[in-house]
């Protein structure tokens, strides 16, 4: 991740990690994952992506979550992702 965020930074732009793989049964990992990457000074998105059987199977399929199981939590989690992205590329170049 260091080499990654030194990369993203030279572009002058904000700078999110996005956790993913997080155990979907406690937070212990998540907050632990946040504070690390508040050690190298950078931000994390808020929206966390889990460890759920929808994305693997989808992938095997060559599919989204959202065409895998268009109900389940993991689209809902790729679905509130994208939004969040949307709205701080908007923030962040306003028209």
């Not at 572009?11 to 946040?34: M, S």
Request: charged share 25%.
């Amino acid at each position: 991740m260091p080499r990654t965020l030194r990369l993203c930074r030279g572009f002058q732009r904000p700078v999110f990690a996005v956790i993913n793989q997080a155990n979907p049964t406690g937070p212990g990992e998540v907050l632990q994952t946040r504070e690390v990457i508040d050690a190298m000074d950078a931000k994390a998105a808020p929206i966390v992506l889990h460890r759920r059987k929808a994305h693997r199977d989808a992938s095997a399929a060559g599919l989204t979550a959202q065409e895998y199981d268009p109900k389940g939590k993991a689209a809902d989690e790729i679905a509130a992702l994208w939004t969040w992205v949307r709205a701080e590329l908007q923030n962040s170049n306003p028209a």
